[in-house]
């Protein structure tokens, strides 16, 4: 290794060590933390629009059961009194 004569290296000898890299570490910016994670540009967007549609979907999928349940009672009701009403009558005409 050629003499340290001030020209060649001015910061010394490539050494790799514990203090330099902490030293280093604690120099350098930090990341500004956000009290938001919510992604900007087209992201938002896409993340908008995929969850908007998931509720869409699932407002849709419940709208359906429950117009399913709705029809299932309204018929019940509409035909559980004819229920018994041709045994009864026939019974009567005898």
Do not use: W
């Not at 994670?37 to 359906?64: C, F």
């Amino acid at each position: 290794m050629p003499p340290f004569d001030g020209k060649t290296n001015a910061r010394g000898p490539d050494i790799a060590t514990r203090a330099e890299m902490l030293a280093k570490m604690r120099v350098r910016p930090r990341p500004a933390y956000e009290q938001h994670l919510i992604p900007n540009g087209h992201l938002t967007e896409q993340t908008h629009r995929s969850v908007q549609q998931a509720h869409e979907r699932r407002i849709e999928h419940l709208r359906e059961r429950l117009s399913n349940a709705r029809d299932g009672l309204e018929t019940g009701f509409a035909i559980d009194p004819l229920n018994g009403k041709a045994r009864t009558d026939f019974d009567r005409s005898r």
